[in-house]
């Protein structure tokens, strides 16, 4: 007899003489009800025990937590609130739980607790919902990029270069830690580490992506970047996960159309293929939105939120006209900003993007070409000779979802802009070359992952749509 | 009119009044012959230039590495070797590439070369193919988990643990290089380091995924992890990509079912998708084995190899029945083998796997029940007292290609096996959680995409089949 997934059971259409399934225990009720799940569905499926068939010592051990075996009939259910249900004829316990020291008890944990539980808190719905919509949303981002023609490519996450200044680094080193090696100018000799050079860990993979871009078209990394910053927020992660296409001969107008495109797709794939998790989610949101001001609550409900962004078009909008309608608003005129809007050329707080998002255009925006001294040294002067072909995306409630830019392919401009930012040509000679050998105009984009998991489930600090967090003071398990 | 990738160009059943390209160019002859390639395919479409419709200055810039837009007709080719070319009528330059500088000459360029210059080395047709090989692998593998009830988990990069032990480590840190700061006992205080303690980057996520295969069921990663050995070889990289799948009730016989379709699975997927790119990479391997002495020869063609994995049963044999067709082996016998094989307990090196697959079984071999003392700690203690339930898939060429174990699931065994190998429990008093709290039989494997990769695409070197390998003293782009 082949063991069933509690999923497979739940979808059966007929009645089925025996099955065997293998799970948690989530509840046991009333010496006869246990609620099964086993980690393939969010809904538990309910097994009968006639109590009276089994020795009380084994009844006993089914308790929150155990991991059991279960054979039976699964049948129509009698009771309210299932379809089917498993007849228990043989049961058997794998693993006990102990209900004295079990820290995840059928009750409300707060996340925090569940943090410092990390290894256990996906054995709650909301965390298993929660990581299964990351796997979809992962998978749906690599079935996009390959149905469009890219190829994934992986970045590498030791990098000898800081050039990218994207944010303070880590450093990997297998030098002594204590007393390192120095050189004949007293500093730490790093040709004696390993790769011969200082290293750290990698803020962004874009620079080497567009290296394969430049050959094979169009490519996306998918994979880990870091930064060392000391910021304890709930949007922040010293370790996160970002996704980074670029696409040759594709300039700024394709770059939106694409990251517009990609974050519909995405976004639709799991309102198709995570219904019920969604469904769960919206209503652990609602309740928490009950607890709140009323000012505070949502206008629109988790799976609103999502059809809204795919069912309608992004706005765009220059930076130029942006800094207009945030210049003319009310929170600026009443001084309700923090930081006031006087002038063209501020850098925009998160203040700003959610009022445009959130007040002004209720939908996502797309803000382009951006002065260029508040943007990257590599994005694409304008004409005007001051702005560059740079986007954000902001979405609802996260602020900003992607930042990209059409890449500058002129090697002249390249080369004055490094020069004024002081960025050594040595350290960036294989950047350069693309621009020396068959240069073409190019975009990509970077798209924070976590930042897109907090969107598709709701949930409102980043440390709890990733498996182990990574922030200051914290690198437990 | 939009522009059109080679790949969609090729494909046209029908001729196309006006069509639209943009690539490098690959080799440009006889003043009217441009072969030009954009990485959507190994093809180049022929592009017939008209020269006396164009200023000879302009034909002058049409080199190897030049970015051109070509706009034509595409027409069924006079000429041999292709079925479609494009008549251009418009005709404009990009991105020049200086001859006399450019690196990538229409001409056999050594691998060392080309690792030098690995940011044009997918220029190539070699590399191009390679590197399309491995983005088509790993979308297998993705597709191929998601397919199966599978969950995508992220496991931690930076890690606070060095308890499993896989290898040397690189030290994550923020502090002063020169002068770290020092505790009392004058040992460098990790507590005023970035995470609060000293951190490595980690040799693999197995740890964490058996946390969510105990919650989820099924889950796998797909990462990068790092070994800081001083090894220069052409298997060993010290940055390489992982994926370990994590099963919860699945014994070490559907560990080893799971790992032989897998692998067969992803093969097919590349036999199916990638057959022009494999068909370029056979020709390639055939080439270069006519400069080897027949012995050294491979008996099979690329394609033959992964047809013969996805066709064949791989051969499953225990460690003991291993050691007993080793010692009466040959080589064993005529003291050939660098370590003779003498008696039950010899941990297999490289020359005996290679023996068993290449010479004895001619089929991959999924070799089990290794003895304890050889294994990892985790590893589930069989019934004897004296091997545990690990197994290793060896592959011809590559020699191990996966390495996996069902898991102790048992808390008393585990402890005591930590004692003796003196791991603190309170380093892993999360992964001891998993055996107090519902504990059951469960199992995964590791496999290094990299060899994947190489048995793929026949490369021989593992620098060669990731974008920027990361070796000692190698951290360049």
């Known amino acids: 007899m082949n063991t069933k997934t509690v999923e497979e059971l739940l979808k059966h259409d007929t009645t089925l003489q025996d099955v065997s399934v293998k799970g948690w225990v989530k509840t046991f009720r009333a010496n006869r009800f246990i609620a099964l799940n086993d980690g393939s569905t969010i809904n538990n499926i309910q097994c009968v025990v006639d109590f ?21 009939e699964l049948v129509e259910s009698q009771g309210k609130g299932q379809r089917l249900e498993i007849q228990v004829k043989e049961l058997e316990v794998l693993g006990d739980s102990d209900p004295e020291t079990y820290p995840i008890q059928p009750k409300k944990h707060s996340f925090e607790f569940l943090r410092e539980n ?6 709650t719905n909301t965390f298993s919902a929660v990581m299964r919509l990351r796997s979809a949303l992962s998978f749906a981002i690599h079935k996009y990029f390959t149905e469009n023609g890219f190829y994934n490519m992986h970045t590498p996450i030791v990098t000898g270069s800081d050039a990218e200044g994207a944010g303070e680094m880590f450093r990997v080193s297998t030098l002594d830690a204590k007393n390192p ?7 730490v000799d790093y040709t004696k580490d390993f790769f011969g050079k200082e290293t750290n860990l990698t803020v962004s993979g874009q620079l080497e992506a567009e290296t394969y871009a430049m050959s094979l078209g169009k490519v996306y990394t998918f994979g880990p970047t870091f930064r060392a910053e000391n910021s304890n927020t709930s949007r922040h992660l010293a370790e996160f996960w970002m996704i980074e296409p670029e696409v040759a001969f594709m300039d700024l107008d394709g770059n939106m159309d694409l990251a517009e495109d990609f974050l519909k797709s995405v976004l639709n794939y ?17 309740d928490e939105e009950k607890t709140k001001p009323q000012a505070e609550r949502s206008d629109m409900s988790l799976i609103e939120k999502l059809r809204f962004v795919v069912d ?10 942006a800094i207009d309608i945030l210049r003319n608003s009310k929170p600026n005129k009443k ?21 445009l998002v959130e007040k002004h255009f209720k939908c996502p925006v797309i803000l382009f070409d951006y002065p260029a001294n ?22 609802p409630g996260i602020g900003e979802m992607v930042g990209g830019s059409q890449r500058e392919e002129r090697l002249d401009v390249l080369v004055e802009k490094m020069k004024a930012l002081d960025i050594p040509e040595e350290e960036l000679w294989w950047y350069l070359d693309l621009r020396k050998y068959g240069t073409a105009v190019h975009s990509g984009f970077g798209l924070g992952f976590e930042r897109l998991v907090m969107f598709a489930t709701g949930m409102s600090n980043i440390r709890d749509v990733i498996p182990y967090p990574r922030t200051p003071q914290n690198a437990e398990f």
């Open 335 to 355: 001084k309700k900003f923090k930081y006031l809007i006087n002038e063209w050329g501020a850098d925009l707080q998160s203040e700003h993007e959610r009022y």
């Open 52 to 72: 009276e068939s089994f020795e009380e010592s084994l009844l006993k051990r089914i308790s929150t937590g155990a991991a059991i075996h279960v054979i039976g």
């Open 374 to 395: 508040i943007k990257a040294f590599y994005m694409r002067l304008n004409e005007d000779g001051k702005t560059v072909r740079a986007m954000d995306i902001l979405f």
């Open 270 to 286: 799991v309102l198709e293929h995570n219904k019920e998790d969604l469904e769960f989610l919206e209503k652990r949101l609602l």
């Open 118 to 123: 990390a290894h256990l808190r996906t054995r």
């Open 181 to 187: 090696p120095l050189n004949e100018n007293g500093d």
């Open 312 to 321: 309608n078009n992004f706005k765009r909008v220059s930076y130029t006209e």
